[in-house]
């Protein structure tokens, strides 16, 4: 079974100040993994994937496979960040490849 | 390209009444989805189509049925509906790459079942 956690319902930092989004995962196989985030009322829309290790928005995360873990990462919070933000893991469930979503952290950046 | 569409984007049943939430998409993606979004339970799978004329449940598919009219379209529907089934429901649809595993959200429609 894969499973996503992220501990962290609720996050507030002030602008400016480094923010990070924790998530774990456990998946059996070789997973792929996603931050989704969603601004007020929008869709959700892919922020960043670990096999393409960018940096978007000046967010980064790194897959650490020993942790298994893929935080999510930004030096420099800005107030337009404010958001719920979902980790996501992409393994087989049955038959079929699925994204399991953990339950989100809501960021909240004081100005 | 419009991506991912939904209709309705609110709606407000009585327990007990029907409704078909649609969803399409203009990408050419084979996969598509039905998610429900709940506060503190992030989003759940409710069915999901591999491909045209092919549908499977998900984690919580009691209460619902899907149907997959064509490539482009991916529709819900409740048949009685209950106040548990009230939610924001998103439809996805999927790339289709070996190497990546990216799905497209659709802007959500809000369910109140009073």
């Known amino acids: 079974a894969q499973r996503v956690t992220q501990p962290e319902k609720l996050l507030s930092v002030f602008k400016g100040a480094p923010v990070e989004l924790k998530c774990n995962y456990s998946?059996?196989?070789?997973?792929?993994l996603f931050w989704y985030v969603q601004y007020s009322r929008q869709r959700l829309q892919l922020l960043l994937r670990h096999i393409s290790r960018e940096s978007i928005k000046g967010f980064t995360a790194d897959l650490n496979k020993g942790e298994t873990s893929f935080h999510l990462k930004k030096p420099f919070a800005q107030e337009e960040d404010s958001a719920m933000y979902y980790c996501?893991?992409?393994?087989?469930?049955?038959?079929?490849?699925?994204?399991?979503f953990g339950s989100g952290t809501q960021l909240t950046v004081l100005p | 390209n419009a991506g991912v569409t939904q209709t309705p984007k609110f709606q407000v049943l009585k327990t007990g009444q029907s409704m078909t939430l649609q969803c399409a998409q203009d990408?050419?993606?084979?996969?598509m989805y039905w998610y429900r979004q709940d506060p503190g339970m992030g989003l759940r799978l409710i069915y999901y189509s591999a491909s045209e004329g092919t549908t499977d449940k998900g984690e919580v598919p009691n209460g619902y049925n899907v149907s997959r009219l064509n490539k482009r379209e991916f529709s819900l529907r409740l048949e009685s509906a209950a106040p548990s089934q009230t939610s924001v429901y998103f439809c996805?649809?999927?790339?289709?790459?070996?190497?990546?595993?990216?799905?497209?959200f659709g802007p959500g429609t809000r369910l109140t079942v009073t």
């Open positions: 996501a893991l992409s393994g087989l469930s049955g038959s079929a490849r699925q994204l399991t």
């Open positions: 996805a649809s999927r790339v289709d790459r070996m190497s990546s595993y990216e799905q497209y």
């Open positions: 998946y059996s196989g070789s997973p792929e």
């Open positions: 990408m050419n993606h084979n996969s």
